[in-house]
C-alpha cells in the first residue's frame, strides 16, 4: 500500500506540474481572446466573441491560414520525399557510411537562428555568396524576398534543409525493421526495384510515415521562428501564417485579445486537422482494417 | 517440371581466395525428385540453395535447370519458387494477395490468377483464409500460404528453406506429411533444405548431406544409413549417434580383428579393405544385441525408457557406448548386461580421414 501511495503522489506531482506549465498558459491564453486587452498588466475588458468575428472577418486572417497551410504542406512533401530518398541511399551498403550517416543528421543540431542567418548570408540580393557566384557567370540575381513566391520558397528550402535529416533518421529506423527476406521472397516472385519498393517498403514504412508526417505537420503549421527571421511575414504579408500573425496583433499591435483569439483558432484547426488524420490513418494499422 | 545439375559450383563471400561457403559442388537432380540437403549450420546447404535461386550469385561453377544454364540469370528470370524458413510473407497484404503477388507481377490475366490461387488455396484447405491478413494467422496457416505461394506459380523447381523449423514438434510432424503428400501430388522437382535428419529421411527421395561447404555424401536415406561414407555421415544420420571406436587393425590368427584397449572385436571377411593400421569401428546402438555367453559386458550407467525402446548407456570394456533395445523393464543402472556385436552390423572407417573402408560390390566380387 505504502507504494501504492508513493505512485500515486509522484503521478499526482507531474500532473499538477504539466498543468502549471502547459495547462496554464493555454487556458490564460483562451481565457485572454475574450477580452480586450491593451498589456498583460492593464485592465482587461469582457468583450465575449467580438474578438473572434473581428479575426475571421479579416481577410488577413485567412490569407494566413492559405499561407501557412501552402508553407506547411510543401515543406512536409518535400521534406517527407527527400528524406525516404535520402534514407534509401544511406540504407545500402557503401564505404564510409556510418560516417555518411552520421555527418547526415548535422543541419538537424543547427540553432534555427543559426540557420536562417546562413540562409540570409547566402541569398542577400547585395553581398550574398550565392550573387557574387552566380555574378562570375555574368547571371544577376533578384531580391527574394520582395516577391512572394521566392520568400516562401525560401522558407520551405530552410525548413527542408533543416528538418529533413529528422525523416531520413526516423525512416532509416523504420527501414532496419523491413525483415530482408521479404524483398528475396519479392526477387524470386519477379518484382523489381520499383515494385519492391511499392509493395514491401512503402507498406512497411507506413506505421513511421504517419508518426513522421503527423509531428512535422504540427511543427510546420504552427512554425514561427523560422518565418520570423527569414521575412517577418513579408512582403506585404504574403508569409504572414496564423503563428506571426497572432504574434503581430499582440505583441506589434497590441492587441492581446485579437492575437489570443487567431491562436485560439489556429489551435482549434490543427487540433481538428490531426483527429481527422489520425481518424483515416491510424498510426497503429490494426485498427483500419477490423 | 525440371532437371537441375549443378556443375562444381562454389561459393565464397571473400572472393577467389576464400573462405568457402560451398566447394566444387557436384549433383544431377532428376525431374520430379525431392532431394534434402541436411546438415550442421554453416554447412553451406542454405548458401547453395540460394544460389540455385539466384539470391547468391555462384563464385564458379554452372548451374543448370531444365536445360538452361541460368547462373548469370536474377532469380525472376529462373522460374523458381522458395519457401523460407520464417514464410517471408507480405505483411499488409491478404492471403489472397500474398499468392496473387508473383502471378500479378508476371503479368498473368486477372481470371487466370484467380483460378489458380482459388485452386492452390483449395489444395492446401486455406479458403477460409484468402481474405486474412498473415498477423492473423497462426504458424502452420502462414506455412501453408508460403507454399501455396510458391504453388500458384507452377514453377520449375520449388525450393524450400528449412521450412519447418519455426513450427512446434506436432506441427512440423504434420506439415512434413502435407508437404510429402503434395510432392507425390504434383512430382515436381523439390529441393528442401534442413538441419533435421529424420526430416531428411523422412522426406527424401535421396539426401545430399553436407559439411563446411562439401558435400560428404548422396544418396538415398537407407544407402546413407547403411554404408555412410564416412564417419562423419554415420554420426549424422541415426538417432542416437553410431558408436565409434578408434583401434588397431590386428590379424588374430588369419581373421581381422578390431583392438581397441581390452576390446577385441572381429570384422567380416570381405567387406572392408585392411591395409590401414588406425581405424575407427562402427556399430549403431540399435544393432547391438543382448546375448547370453557374450564376452563383452555393458556396465549400464543410465536408463531411458521412451516407451517402445530402451535407450541404455553405459562402460563396455571400457570405452562408453549406447545401445537401443526393444523395450526391456528389468534393467537397472548398474546392472551388466552380455552385449554381441553382429559382425554383419559392423561398419571400420579410416581413422586418419574418417573415409569408410567398405569395399564396393565390384571389389568385393574381384576379391573372391
Known amino acids: 500500500m505504502a507504494q501504492d501511495w508513493r505512485i500515486v503522489t509522484l503521478f499526482i506531482g507531474s500532473i499538477l506540474v504539466l498543468g502549471a506549465i502547459i495547462g496554464g498558459p493555454l487556458v490564460y491564453a483562451i481565457m485572454l481572446s475574450f477580452y480586450s486587452a491593451k498589456s498583460f498588466v492593464g485592465e482587461l475588458q469582457w468583450v465575449g466573441l467580438a474578438n473572434y468575428a473581428k479575426a475571421i472577418q479579416d481577410p488577413l486572417f485567412w490569407q494566413s491560414f492559405a499561407n501557412g497551410l501552402m508553407i506547411a504542406l510543401s515543406a512536409i512533401f518535400l521534406q517527407v520525399v527527400l528524406g525516404v530518398g535520402i534514407a534509401l541511399v544511406l540504407n545500402r551498403r557503401f564505404f564510409g557510411q556510418s560516417v555518411v550517416r552520421a555527418v547526415s543528421i548535422l543541419p538537424y543540431f543547427l540553432p534555427t537562428v543559426v540557420a536562417c542567418l546562413i540562409a540570409q548570408w547566402i541569398l542577400d540580393p547585395n553581398y550574398g ?23 516562401r520558397g525560401t522558407i520551405v528550402l530552410v525548413s527542408v534543409w533543416l528538418w529533413t535529416p529528422f525523416v531520413v533518421t ?61 521575412t517577418k511575414g513579408g512582403p506585404l504579408n504574403q508569409t504572414e501564417t496564423l503563428p506571426t500573425l497572432a504574434y503581430r496583433k499582440s505583441f506589434l499591435e497590441f492587441n492581446l485579445g485579437g492575437g489570443a483569439a487567431v491562436a485560439t483558432i489556429s489551435f482549434l484547426i490543427l487540433a481538428g486537422v490531426m483527429l481527422i488524420y489520425l481518424r483515416l490513418f491510424p498510426i497503429d494499422d490494426t485498427k483500419q482494417e477490423r | 517440371m525440371a532437371r537441375i545439375s ?39 546447404k542454405s548458401t547453395t540453395l540460394r544460389m540455385i535461386a539466384g539470391l547468391d550469385e555462384a563464385t564458379s561453377g554452372a548451374i543448370v535447370i531444365g536445360g538452361r544454364n541460368v547462373t548469370g540469370l536474377p532469380p525472376k528470370d529462373r522460374n523458381v519458387a522458395m519457401v523460407f524458413q520464417n514464410y517471408a510473407l507480405y505483411p499488409q497484404k491478404t492471403v489472397y494477395d500474398n499468392m496473387a503477388f508473383g502471378l500479378h507481377v508476371r503479368g498473368e490475366d486477372k481470371q487466370e490468377i484467380d483460378r489458380r490461387v482459388r485452386a492452390a488455396a483449395a489444395s492446401l484447405d486455406l ?29 520449375d523447381v520449388f525450393l524450400l528453406d528449412e521450412p519447418l523449423s519455426n513450427l512446434d514438434a506436432k506441427l512440423r510432424v504434420k506439415m512434413r506429411e502435407e508437404i510429402a503428400t503434395l510432392h507425390a501430388r504434383l512430382r515436381a522437382t523439390m529441393i528442401f533444405v534442413t538441419h533435421d535428419q529424420v526430416e531428411a529421411m523422412t522426406l527424401g527421395d535421396r539426401i545430399v548431406i553436407m559439411r563446411d561447404g562439401v558435400i560428404q555424401q548422396a544418396g538415398k536415406p537407407l544407402e546413407l544409413y547403411d554404408t555412410p561414407a564416412n564417419t562423419f555421415v554415420a554420426g549424422f544420420i541415426g538417432s542416437p549417434e553410431m558408436n565409434l571406436i578408434d583401434g ?68 563396455i570394456a571400457g570405452h562408453r557406448m549406447r545401445a537401443v533395445f526393444d523395450r526391456r523393464d528389468g534393467i537397472r543402472s548398474g546392472d551388466k548386461v552380455p552385449i554381441a556385436f553382429p559382425k554383419e552390423r559392423l561398419h571400420l572407417f579410416a581413422s586418419a580421414s574418417g573415409a569408410t573402408l567398405r569395399m564396393s560390390e565390384a571389389d568385393v566380387k574381384e576379391y573372391s
Open chain 1, 129 to 151: 555568396l550565392l550573387k557574387s557566384l552566380l555574378a562570375s557567370f555574368g547571371i544577376g540575381i533578384a531580391d527574394w524576398s520582395s516577391q512572394a513566391f521566392t520568400a
Open chain 2, 6 to 44: 549443378l556443375q562444381h559450383v562454389s561459393k565464397s563471400f571473400g572472393g577467389e581466395q576464400g573462405p568457402w561457403a560451398v566447394k566444387d559442388f557436384c549433383l544431377e537432380i532428376e525431374d520430379g525428385e525431392l532431394i534434402v540437403f541436411v546438415g550442421p549450420s554453416g554447412c553451406g
Open chain 2, 127 to 155: 479458403e477460409a483464409l484468402l481474405d486474412r491478413k498473415p498477423r492473423q494467422l497462426s504458424g502452420g496457416q502462414m506455412q501453408r500460404v508460403a507454399l501455396g505461394r510458391a504453388l500458384v506459380r507452377d514453377p
Open chain 2, 248 to 315: 588397431q587393425l590386428i590379424d588374430e590368427g588369419g581373421r581381422m580383428a578390431v583392438r581397441s584397449g581390452d576390446l577385441t572385436i572381429s570384422i567380416p571377411e570381405r567387406t572392408f579393405t585392411t591395409n590401414e593400421g588406425t581405424v575407427t569401428l562402427g556399430i549403431r546402438p540399435e544393432h547391438l544385441v543382448i546375448a547370453d555367453g557374450s564376452p563383452f559386458e555393458m556396465t549400464v550407467s543410465l536408463v531411458e525408457q521412451i516407451g517402445a525402446q530402451t535407450y541404455l548407456m553405459g562402460m
Open chain 1, 170 to 230: 526516423c525512416v532509416l529506423a523504420g527501414l532496419q525493421t523491413i525483415p530482408t527476406q521479404l524483398y528475396e521472397a519479392a526477387r524470386v516472385d519477379g518484382a523489381g526495384p520499383w515494385r519492391q519498393f511499392w509493395h514491401i517498403t512503402l507498406p512497411g514504412l507506413r506505421s513511421v510515415l504517419v508518426v513522421v508526417i503527423l509531428l512535422r505537420g504540427i511543427w510546420m503549421f504552427n512554425k514561427f521562428d523560422l518565418i520570423w527571421l527569414l
